[in-house]
């Protein structure tokens, strides 16, 4: 929470993503980060593709005040631009059958805001 913290701070342009890949702790995540006053959308509590849609386009066209996304690392909005964002969080090492699979997790996880569109360096946070 305090590198997001600092994250916001730093500037009113900054967006992040943040991935977890367990459902247990994306919930705990969660509630951390609403402990610390940090505004933040979850993708996995939208009901259905509509409310899905409604909360990624929400964050990448920065409609409301929330700078954050919380999303899972197998479930990562596949094909999704999200270039809005410049930081990207992996809360923990995919848990993969290969470590090959495990790091193309993460590429796609990274490649959610490294994508043709993208104007500003993103930053990746293990």
């Known amino acids: 929470a305090e590198v997001l913290r600092q994250i916001l701070h730093d500037s009113a342009e900054e967006c992040a ?4 890949q367990f ?6 995540v969660s509630e951390a980060l609403a402990d610390f006053k940090i505004e933040h959308l979850r993708l996995s509590a939208a009901r259905n593709i509509f409310e899905q849609t409604e909360v990624l386009d929400r964050f990448q066209r920065r409609l409301g005040r929330t700078r954050v996304l919380l999303l899972s690392l197998e479930q990562s909005a596949s094909g999704t631009n999200l270039t809005v964002a410049n930081h990207v969080l992996l ?3 995919m848990a993969a059958s290969t470590p090959e699979r495990a790091v193309a ?15 500003r360096k993103v930053v990746v946070w293990r």
Do not use: M, N
Not at 23 to 28: K, N
């Open 23 to 28: 459902a247990d702790l994306e919930v705990q």
């Open 17 to 20: 993503i943040v991935f977890c």
């Open 105 to 119: 997790f993460e590429q796609q996880a990274v490649g959610r805001c490294v994508r043709v569109g993208q104007k």
């Open 91 to 93: 809360i923990h090492p």
